[in-house]
């Protein structure tokens, strides 16, 4: 039964982010957007995987490449990188400082709630 919930959770969160990504990226930062997108994957593919392969996190179900690779794709390589796409395309860049923190600490406190 848990097999079936967090099956549902992980193809809601592809659907619910692709969905944010279509809806709050404009067509004229695409390109930028491909690049914070790939380069986080880039990055959260080194260290995730460092991680993992010592033993500092376990990802005790994993819908997708489970023979593979112990990390958890769905977190690692769609919806971290996904999440960084839209924290740079949406970034308060002529707000005030105390925006701009507020920002991040919202950023960064959904990140470790996921």
């Not at 991680?51 to 023979?67: A, D, H, L, Q, S």
């Not at 794709?73 to 990188?81: H, K, R, S, V």
């Amino acid at each position: 039964m848990t097999f079936k919930k967090e099956k549902i959770i992980e193809i809601s969160s592809w659907i619910i982010m692709f969905m944010l990504l279509i809806k709050f990226v404009p067509k004229k930062k695409i390109r930028e957007a491909h690049v914070v997108f790939l380069f986080t994957q880039v990055v959260t593919w080194l260290m995730g995987a460092l991680v993992v392969e010592k033993g500092n996190i376990k990802y005790p179900i994993r819908t997708f490449f489970k023979k593979t690779i112990k990390s958890n794709f769905t977190f690692e390589y769609f919806i971290f990188p996904a999440w960084n796409v839209l924290f740079n395309i949406l970034y308060p860049e002529n707000k005030n400082t105390y925006i701009k923190a507020l920002y991040y600490l919202l950023h960064t406190t959904s990140v470790a709630l996921i």
